[in-house]
C-alpha cells in the first residue's frame, strides 16, 4: 500500500512539472556524436530547479525506460555534470554557477531514444563549489556510441588543470594515433573524434585501446570500430 501511495504521488509530481522547450533531435553533438544512434523524442523529461544550482530530473518510466544518463551542457557548451546509468525515476544534476543550460539523456543500447531540455538557473542564496569533483577523481569513460562507425566521443574528468593527452592503441599495444593533445582545466570534458588514422584514412574494423594520460596516471577504456 505505501508504494502505491509513493508512485500516486510521483505521478502527480510529473503532471504538475512544466516541460521546458526541447532541443530539436537532429541538433548535432553532445549525445551520440551526431552519429544518430539514438532517436529523438520529444518530452520524455521533465525538471524542477532546486536549491543552491540544483536541477531535480525525471523520467517517464513509460517512454524513456532505464538505465538513463544524462549532461548538463553550458551556453559555451562545456559538459559541467553528468549522471552515469541509474534506474531511478529521478536524479540530480549539479550547475556549477546561474546560467542557461541544456540537458541530454538518454538510454541504450535496447532503447536507443533521448531527449533534451532547456533550463535557466538563477542566482541562489547560498554558495556552493564550482566543481563538485575531489581532486582524487580522473575518469574515463566508456566511448560512445561504441561501436563507432563514422565518429566517436571520449568523456572524462579532470581533477584539476593538467597537460592531458588522449592516444589510441591496438589490442596488442600498438601506437595508432594520437587523438588529443593539450592542457585542459578541471572539469569534465568532451573529444570528438572520426575514427581516422593521423592521415586522415579510415581506420579498420576491430577493437582499439583509448588511454587518457594525466601526469603520470593513465586509465584505458576499449573501443570498437565497425563499419
Known sequence: MRIFVSFLILISILMSLNFAPPQKGDTP?????GSGCHLYQDRLLAVRPADNF?????????????????FLVDSRGE?????????????????????????FAGC????????????????STVNIPSSRFSTATLRLFPPHPNP???????RFILPHPAQVEISLF????????????????????????????A????????????ELSVDSRKTVQQLRIMR
Do not use: M
Open 29 to 33: 553533438g553532445y549525445h551520440c556524436a
Open 54 to 70: 540544483q536541477l531535480k530530473v525525471y523520467r517517464d518510466p513509460k517512454t524513456l525506460p532505464a538505465p538513463i544518463s544524462a
Open 79 to 103: 559538459i559541467v555534470d553528468y549522471q552515469k546509468p541509474t534506474g531511478t525515476l529521478s536524479f540530480t544534476l549539479q550547475a556549477p554557477r546561474p546560467g542557461d543550460y541544456l540537458i
Open 108 to 123: 541504450s543500447p535496447e532503447a536507443p531514444i533521448w531527449d533534451s531540455l532547456r533550463v535557466a538557473v538563477k542566482p
Open 148 to 154: 563507432a562507425a563514422k565518429r566517436a566521443v571520449l
Open 170 to 197: 591496438t589490442l596488442t599495444g600498438i601506437f595508432v594515433r594520437k587523438i588529443f593533445s593539450g592542457p585542459l582545466e578541471q572539469g569534465i570534458h568532451a573529444v570528438r573524434w572520426e575514427t581516422r588514422d
Open 199 to 210: 592521415h586522415r584514412r579510415p581506420l579498420a574494423n576491430g577493437t582499439y585501446l583509448c
